[in-house]
């Protein structure tokens, strides 16, 4: 579907995107995930037209549109911050790309009503200005804009950054049911390991302006290729000493292993590399309980379930787990 | 590097049209800026004496000999005092207003505030109305002080007087919104550690508003130094007044006038951008930013001390008094006739409208015993040719100039913006900023020099002449308010999104259609403001109107200036006063509906209109419903 291949992005003579290459299939959810000033936002908008690389190629259906002009590639954005035209109503902003092609008025019509009801905007909402309507609103606005206009892939530049917490999670359950429902390639792009993770086929890790992974979200979870992505997507503890020896790694690599796959007080099992240790304090999150435990030399973090019985207070005696099969080595 | 994707292929179009508006922009500003103002720079080194010889110091050592520092001393002492003044009163009527707890501060601050409506030329013939020698509060402390001098407001000290009341407009706006934008949680922390209401107000307060009045200060001392129509009226020696004085004179009456008052013009232009310079540099050192999160709104303060309290409240009213009385009479004697006016009473039985419209006969016998008629020398503005004659004038060419000026600086802004951070983004908004550095009466000295002669620049017309002037005023008011509305539509381009224009990119819209559809309607209410408030100060303005003077550029600020002149001599103009009340109330009825529609109406968004109109359709449906009912 669109194929990015060996591309070069360079801001005077600072190289922001060294050798891209990704492979976007039709009707994939796939996702730019990496901290800020990684690349991504600029490998987006390398494929949607907004910077030319000085060097590699980008295709779409097999056609070379490195060259093509923004408004000529037929890809949807919904900004970061939407871009809607506060000047406009909640209509004209979904039919300003209809207009601008010159479409019949009754064609416009059609459009942006049957575009409206699928990402359910009521006519009385779309009588109203954007700054009428709330973030959620705003959000269905700007993707029925860039979908209006029937573009072959929709490109999504951190659309759920602006909103709370808890509408965060709403409008990712809904943005994915969209996608769904349309069957539309989508880029998406995002610093949220969480977000990325939820809403993926897969997932292209990147730093520094290079992509360090590319695989589904077990793939990036599980079987981090690096250690910039392990300590990247979740949070992982580095193994000291005490444990690497105890486990029988090797002294060459740095090893890993995350926060949950650390067993406290439980039964043995084979080939598990157990040993005493000492709660130091702990994080209540409600769902589950993060502890600090002091153990073979190091303090190890550790996740465990909030069952309401089994709750360790400081000092606690504990023992502490690891079986060698979740370490993360590199 | 960077590069955004264009379409390929042939010549662009609109290099055409970019290299058109660059050759153009270039001329002008040449013609327009640099030119006439140079020219009067060198008119001052190019003197030549008696015997026709080029005498380069003749005007310096003319300015060492003569009484001409005097003029520089009076307008220094003028702009030294009026910053005190200004100072005082300004910061008075903030803090009496927005921090202490005065009663009855929302009716104080509407009558502070007068001056955003009532000031100019105007304010001044209207103070003369009330304080001169014949004015009727100068008749009433007569009465109570005979001994008085009756020619107590001319010369300095009413200059002086006139000036403190008219100036305190931008305390009025820009002190009142740095106090609003005080953290009250610091006034608590201060409190709260022991520090008493005043020690608060001098140690908390105050020092966070001191970037703001270092810009006040800044700006009353340039004002004080370029005064203009308060000097010229009320008899003040000053630079203004005498430059215009000399731009008229000829070399018959004294020696090298010209060259004099471009001098004088200059001395005026180093003084104006040493300070704006020190202002620049103060405000790139940065304000006094609060770091608070979650900023508390200011409380007033309450003034705890019952004897302090009386004195604040007495002198809160005072400053009321002395800001409203003008406007009140103004108002009332609008609607009095020419003789209540001439004896200073009011009396609803002399009450009229003819000072605003119609005409009437006067009727007086002659020293040989005959009745005579003159008819219609009783006129109201509307009525009066002149007075129509100067407002429609004005409104012409204020309108065509701030209309000039917003089409400059939106096109300019826009490519401002396109090439920010290079060079020649940074070159245009110069050129646009280069007239803040020059005195007004520099900008209309020079034009008047420079183009009253067949001047191959304009394809060897002279615009001074007859109707050219028109062209002329129409420039200098653009060029003066350029500064002005680069800044306040600059700021408005600002608040557009970057991905606003990617956004309509994306969608298809080209660089024109993006400009026109989703930039130009979002600048749009900042555009139409400075537009508005352009117009509101030119429609008024007097000082370059009394620069290009001429029977072809009387404009309005003239006429209302020239309508006491001779006023009931031989039976003419016998409602001069009348009609200047009048034609003051008009003006202050054209100020407030601007204010009221660039501040109120343009200020909403798009959502408010909405809203505001659905509210409206509701109402008018009720009220329909309610009449079928009826029916």
Known sequence: MIQLKDIVVKFGDFEALHNINVHVKEGEFFTFLGPSGCGKTTTLRTITGFIEPVGGSVSMQGEDITHVPIEKRNIG???????????????????????????????????????????????????????????????????????????????????????????????????????????????????????????????????????????????????????????????INPLGEGFVNGLGLPGDKHHFIRLERVRVNREKDAGEYQVKGVIQSREYYGLYIKYYIDAAGQTIKVIEKNDGINIYEPGDSVSVGIHPQDVMSY | MQRTVRRKGG??????????????????????????????????????????????????????????PSFVINSLKLAVCLVITVNVVGISIVLLTEYFDIKGAKILRLGYMTTLIYSGVALVTGYQFLYDSNGMLTQWLVRLFPAMNRQWFSGFNAVLFTMTFACTSNHALFLRNAIRGIDYNTVEAARNMGAKPFKVLFKVVMPTLLPTLFSLTVMTFITGLCAMSAPTLLGYNSINPEIVRMAGSSVADEA???????????????????????????????????????????????????????????????????????????????????????????????????????????SYTTSRGKQRIREGVISGVFSNADTVGGIRLSFVLSALAAALTCVIVVIAVNYIFKHRGKKRGGLVEACLLFPWLLPTILICYSYRIFFNSDVWYVLGKNLYYRENVRFLIVMAYTVVKLPFALRMVKAAFYAIDDELEDAARNLGASQLVTFLRVKLPIVLPSVLAVFALNFNALFTEYDMSATFHSSYGKSYAMVIQSMTAEEGRDGYNMNGSGRRCASTVFIMLVSGLILYLVYGVGARDLGERLERRKKRREFFARLTGRKQKTA
């Open chain 2, 256 to 362: 090298f006038p010209q060259a004099r008052a471009a001098l004088l013009s200059m001395i005026l232009a180093l003084f104006t951008i040493v300070l704006l310079t020190a202002l620049n540099h103060y405000e790139r050192k940065g304000h006094y930013l609060s770091v608070s999160k979650t900023k508390a709104k200011l409380v007033k303060q309450k003034i705890q001390n019952p004897v302090w309290n009386v004195v604040a409240h007495a002198y809160a009213y005072i400053l009321f008094l002395i800001y409203m009385t003008p406007v009140v009479m103004i108002v009332l004697f609008s609607f009095q006739n020419w003789p209540a006016i001439r004896a200073k009473s009011l009396n609803v039985s002399d009450w009229t409208l003819i000072n605003f419209f119609g005409t009437q006969d006067y």
């Open chain 1, 77 to 235: 954005i919904v900004f970061q911050s939407y871009a809607l035209f506060p000047t406009m109503t909640v209509k004209d902003n979904i039919a300003f790309g209809l207009k601008i092609k010159k479409l019949p008025k009754a064609e416009i019509e059609r459009k942006v009503s049957d575009i409206a009801r699928k990402v359910d905007l009521s006519d009385e909402q779309l009588a109203k200005a954007v700054s009428q309507l709330s973030g959620g609103q705003q959000q269905r606005v700007a993707i029925a804009r860039a979908l209006v206009t029937e573009p072959a892939i929709i490109c999504m530049d951190e659309p759920l950054s602006n909103l709370d917490a808890k509408l965060r999670v709403q409008l990712r359950n809904e943005l994915k049911k969209m996608q769904r429902e349309f069957g539309i390639t989508t880029i998406y792009v995002t610093h949220d390991q969480e977000e990325a993770l939820t809403l993926s086929d897969r997932i292209a890790v990147f730093n520094k302006g290079y992509i360090e992974q590319i695989g589904t979200p077990n793939e990036v979870y599980n079987h981090s290729a690096t250690e910039f992505v392990a300590n990247f997507i979740g949070d």
């Open chain 2, 11 to 68: 010549l662009d179009p609109s290099m055409i049209y970019k290299v058109f508006g660059a050759v153009l922009f270039i001329y002008l500003f040449l013609g327009f800026m640099v030119l006439p103002c140079l020219n009067t720079l060198t008119s001052i080194f190019t003197t030549r004496d008696a015997a026709g010889n080029l005498d380069p110091m003749a005007v310096i050592r003319f300015f060492f000999a003569g009484n001409m």
